[in-house]
T-cell receptor
Framework: NAGVTQTPKFRVLKTGQSMTLLCAQDMNHEYMYWYRQDPGMGLRLIHYSVGEGTTAKGEVPDGYNVSRLKKQNFLLGLESAAPSQTSVYFC?????????????FGSGTRLTVV | AQSVAQPEDQVNVAEGNPLTVKCTYSVSGNPYLFWYVQYPNRGLQFLLKYITGDNLVKGSYGFEAEFNKSQTSFHLKKPSALVSDSALYFCAVRDSPQAGTALIFGKGTTLSVSS
């Protein structure tokens, strides 16, 4: 089925470890986003990309890096994980086409940093 | 900058009663507004959106939202609440193209429907 796929779904990291979260979409969407969700904070934008090879910072970018080497993939990296990065991470993609203004979200990655 | 506010952390209603979840927005230009729902340990599900046109927008699961430009509000409503409507609800506004057209979310409102 077409959509946004996030891997992994769950992960436990030790403080200082690194990891990469993968977001893949098969809808040929130009725009892709990474959010984190924390209780009482809603979803906050970490980084976004408006096309292959381009990325930009969102509201809470510190401690994260991203890459968009292929249009269909948007990677979120944590170089040195901290307990404050314990969160649920959501990826989303977006494309305006024929009057549609739809965003598609992945099912999320639950990350715990101990 | 665009923003939305959800003034209530929690809304409690009895099953069968009407429900309202409030959202106010602040935007420059025309607003593109959305409502999403999240059930426990699940992802986000789209409910409805306002882009232009009729101020009353109908969405999934019997929900509707009323766009009020003068009050800068976009409240979510349902005539008769179900216990299964209990979930976390997010209002969101689309940011400008200069900011990547990202969705900006409110902090969320927990809806609890009692039987």
């Amino acid at each position: 089925n077409a959509g946004v796929t996030q891997t992994p779904k769950f992960r436990v990291l030790k403080t200082g470890q690194s990891m990469t979260l993968l977001c893949a979409q098969d809808m040929n969407h130009e725009y892709m986003y990474w959010y984190r969700q924390d209780p009482g904070m809603g979803l906050r934008l970490i980084h976004y990309s408006v096309g292959e090879g381009t990325t930009a910072k969102g509201e809470v970018p510190d401690g994260y890096n991203v890459s968009r080497l292929k249009k269909q993939n948007f990677l979120l990296g944590l170089e040195s994980a901290a307990p404050s990065q314990t969160s649920v991470y959501f990826c989303a993609s977006f494309r305006t086409s024929q009057g549609q203004h739809g965003y598609t979200f992945g099912s999320g990655t639950r990350l715990t940093v101990v | 900058a665009q923003s939305v506010a959800q003034p209530e952390d929690q809304v409690n209603v009895a099953e069968g009663n009407p429900l309202t979840v409030k959202c106010t927005y602040s935007v420059s230009g025309n607003p593109y507004l959305f409502w999403y729902v999240q059930y426990p340990n699940r992802g986000l599900q789209f409910l409805l959106k306002y882009i232009t046109g009729d101020n009353l927008v109908k969405g999934s699961y019997g929900f509707e939202a009323e766009f009020n430009k003068s009050q800068t509000s976009f409240h979510l409503k349902k005539p008769s609440a179900l216990v299964s409507d209990s979930a976390l609800y997010f209002c969101a506004v689309r940011d400008s193209p200069q900011a990547g057209t990202a969705l900006i979310f409110g902090k969320g409102t927990t809806l609890s429907v009692s039987s």
